[in-house]
Each structure stands twice: as structure tokens, then as C-alpha cells.
């Protein structure tokens, strides 16, 4: 008896580059973001850091503002400032 294949599962879970095409950032912002808080979600798998595609889109959804006086974008970028601006 021959198995048929079924169609390929997607990723359950995205490494930082894939997870970075996903959101259309690059993966250094990403990167930044897992350092300083702000971004998605990460798993740590032994030394790997993966993202699921439930965990993005939550974040993406989540991220969703009217202006940036709003207090979603405020909580969002909460903690992500640049390097020199802000510190003594």
C-alpha cells in the first residue's frame, strides 16, 4: 500500500530571519527587539530562538494604532529607544 503525501505543514516554528521576511522587517530590528523589549513573542529551543506564526500575528495585531499618541503605540514602544538619545 503506497501512502499518499499530503501537502507540506508550514514551519511551526520561524527562525529570526524567516520570522523577520514574515513581518517584512529585518532580522537586526528583530534582534533588537528580543534585546530591549517590544517585540513578539520568542522561544528559546536549546541555543535557537524561534517564533510562531500565531505569536507574530498576535503581535502584529496587537501593534495596531490610531496615532502615536495612542496608548497601544505607546505600550508598544515602550522600552525600544535609540543608543545616545534619552540616556545620561
Keep these: 500500500m503506497v501512502r499518499k503525501r499530503s501537502k507540506p ?3 511551526r ?3 529570526t530571519p ?8 529585518s532580522p537586526r530590528t528583530l534582534e533588537r527587539y ?3 523589549g ?3 513573542v520568542f522561544h528559546k529551543l536549546g541555543n535557537r530562538v524561534t517564533y510562531t506564526v500565531a ?4 503581535w502584529v495585531e496587537n501593534g ?7 496608548k497601544n503605540y505607546i505600550l508598544m514602544r ?3 529607544t535609540r543608543r545616545g538619545r534619552g540616556q545620561s
Design 9 to 11: 505543514r508550514p514551519a
Design 13 to 15: 516554528h520561524l527562525r
Design 18 to 25: 524567516q520570522a523577520a521576511e514574515w513581518l517584512g522587517i
Design 34 to 36: 528580543r534585546v530591549i
Design 38 to 40: 517590544g517585540g513578539p
Design 55 to 58: 505569536d507574530l500575528k498576535e
Design 64 to 70: 495596531i494604532s490610531k496615532s502615536i499618541f495612542s
Design 78 to 80: 515602550a522600552g525600544v
